[in-house]
């Protein structure tokens, strides 16, 4: 049996075992809402490689459960004609999609959606679950920021579950689900995926007061929405007949691709790889919503693995006796440049510098949350508190003032230290007092005050 092009979802609770590799914890953990969705299979007493699927073709799964009527349109056929002159680019993209399409399709059946939605990733991220647009929007269905909060997709510190597979597929078919009971079509709700509902319903308001009709097509819509439903038609368009457009759809075989597992513990990504056995880039794939090379239990969340590699990971980790995690996180409580706090907290400061994301020149604000290596002194698992609610925040120092000119013969007032520990965000007057003079780390401080704050950036939306 090949697992390398099948995909779906199932949750494996891991019972622990009596060392430190224990798979449980005494920090309380939240119950996923989503999860409970999600058939379960436990991997002490259950195979993975028993559960079949009734059909051993996610294609024609795909195809039987397409609703939306085709458009026909000049947009559609020019949409098709641009994917079909890009057979590589197609191809990349279909063979991206094979991890998930059967989770994505397995969720859209459950709801009675069209599994037309099931293909709208290849028109939003083509299927790179790390796409960024240049407007921030995130991941395989690119949610916004605004939108995922509204969606309770968390971002923070540790994780975007806007990047998340499960998380952020869910809440797209609730989004979508939203959208088609507001406004009566599939291609409407689409098109205020794309541009929002706001926008759609002064659209339709204005073919109202003008006479016209206020379906998809007559509304007068931007460039980029107007091309938004003839592209997914195009794409349904392929996968119904890919040979006509010189297309080879990838082998997908209609069951799992990854199996989702609870994390009761604090654990490390290195350390997941490791006894999973999977390339880092496999598991980055997979679980592209984590920001940091720790995954939190607090947190209530899942890793998924390979569907082949869930029962050799649960191997490795029984026989694992060493701690599960080398880094914890701690809340700051005052703002200072990093080599303060590195002093402060007992770390190296290139060690929390570069693990956190600092640039050199920025100060830590107060309320910001770090990850620091653990120790000793602090052991444990990191709490719901911060692993909900951890935001990193940095400014740059003020810049010292000139030290004053005096006359000739005339005698200098002494020069007056500012505090280091003022917010970056205090009053005009704290601020002109500040400036008044500059202690010496200040001084060295504003010699890097020039450096920016680097972003990596992500995955460019794909057009």
């Given at each position: 049996m090949r697992w390398k092009y099948a995909a779906v979802l199932m949750i494996a609770v891991l019972s622990g075992c009596a060392s430190t590799g224990d798979w449980s914890s005494d920090a309380p953990t939240k119950t996923n809402p989503r999860a409970g969705k999600a058939p379960r299979v436990n991997l002490d007493n259950q195979s993975v490689s028993k559960v079949y699927a009734p059909s051993s073709n996610l294609w024609l799964r795909i195809r039987d459960g397409f609703q939306m009527e085709p458009m026909n349109s000049p947009l559609e056929i020019e949409q098709v004609r641009w994917l079909s002159s890009k057979p590589d680019y197609v191809n990349r993209s279909m063979a991206r999609s094979s991890r998930y399409l059967f989770y994505i399709v397995q969720e859209v059946n459950a709801r009675n959606m069209p599994t037309e939605i099931a293909l709208l990733p290849f028109v939003e991220s083509a299927f790179v679950p790390q796409a960024k647009s240049g407007a921030k929007a995130m991941g395989l269905w690119q949610f916004m920021p605004a939108t995922g909060k509204d969606f309770q997709l968390t971002q923070n510190v540790f994780r975007d579950e806007r990047r998340d597979v499960l998380q952020s597929t869910d809440a797209a078919l609730d989004y979508l689900q939203r959208l088609n009971k507001q406004f009566g079509t599939w291609e409407l709700a689409l098109a205020a995926y794309n541009w929002g509902a706001g926008n759609i319903t002064k659209a339709q308001k204005r073919n109202l007061a003008a006479g016209l009709p206020t379906d998809y097509e007559s509304l007068q819509l931007p460039k980029e929405t107007r091309n938004y439903v003839p592209k997914l038609m195009a794409y349904r368009q392929i996968v119904l007949d890919p040979d006509a457009y010189g297309i080879v759809l990838p082998e997908l075989e209609n069951h799992p691709y990854f199996v989702a597992i609870d994390v009761n513990n604090d654990i490390d990504v290195a350390l997941v790889t490791k006894l999973a056995e999977i390339p880092p880039e496999e598991f980055q794939v997979l679980n592209p919503s984590f920001n940091k090379?720790?995954?939190?239990?607090?947190?209530?969340?899942?890793?998924?693995?390979?569907?082949?590699?869930?029962?050799?990971?649960?191997?490795?980790?029984?026989?694992?006796?060493?701690?599960?995690?080398?880094?914890?996180a701690v809340q700051v409580s005052k703002t200072e440049m990093v080599d303060q706090t590195a002093k402060t907290l007992g770390v190296e400061v290139d060690t929390l510098r570069s693990i956190n994301g600092i640039p050199k020149g920025m100060r830590i604000r107060a309320g910001s949350t770090v990850i620091i290596p653990k120790t000793n002194r602090r052991p444990g698992d990191v709490s719901v508190a911060l692993a909900d609610n951890a935001s990193l925040n940095l400014d740059k120092p003020p810049p010292p003032r000139s030290p004053l000119k005096c006359k000739k013969g005339a005698k200098c007032p002494p020069v007056k230290s500012a505090k280091s520990g003022t917010k970056g965000n205090s009053s005009l007057n704290n601020a002109a007092s500040q400036h008044k003079s500059a202690s010496t780390e200040l001084a060295k401080s504003a010699k890097n005050s020039s450096v920016k704050t680097s972003h990596a950036k992500g995955v460019s939306k794909v057009q």
């Open positions: 090379p720790v995954i939190l239990a607090a947190a209530g969340q899942q890793i998924l693995l390979p569907f082949g590699h869930a029962e050799v990971f649960q191997e490795n980790l029984k026989n694992y006796t060493k701690p599960l995690s080398s880094w914890t």
